[in-house]
């Protein structure tokens, strides 16, 4: 599934993005030997200038902005990143979700989500 989703989004769309869960606070914690295939499996993508990966945000906040800000600021991006992405994840997973179900049960087909692309 994992393959097919970012075979179709390469086919369909200019750029895509991958993010990996990362433990976020909450009891549900990151599966380390899942990210560890991803990245064995789908590591090359990194090299594909089509695809972001999002490994984990806070890898990500320090590697591009380390030296650029002083350490509160780096704090500061941090937070607001992870915050920022739970609200995204809250408002955009229910259409996720919805998507699915209409795709399941006929009342749209695969063409048609592609051209709402």
């Not at 369909?12 to 549900?28: C, P, R």
Request: proline content about 2%.
């Amino acid at each position: 599934m994992i393959r097919r989703d970012i075979e179709m989004g390469l086919k369909y769309f200019k750029a895509i993005t991958v993010n990996v869960f990362i433990d976020n606070g909450t009891s549900v914690k990151q599966d380390r030997e899942l990210v560890q295939w991803f990245v064995e499996e789908f590591g090359h993508l990194t090299e594909d200038s089509r695809v972001e990966m999002l490994l984990d945000n806070g890898i990500f906040t320090i590697l591009a902005f380390w030296g650029v800000f002083p350490t509160e600021i780096l704090w500061e991006i941090f937070c607001t990143t992870y915050v920022m992405k739970w609200i995204v994840a809250f408002f955009d997973t229910p259409f996720v979700y919805l998507a699915d179900h209409l795709k399941n049960n006929g009342k749209i087909s695969e063409l048609q989500l592609s051209k709402a692309a």
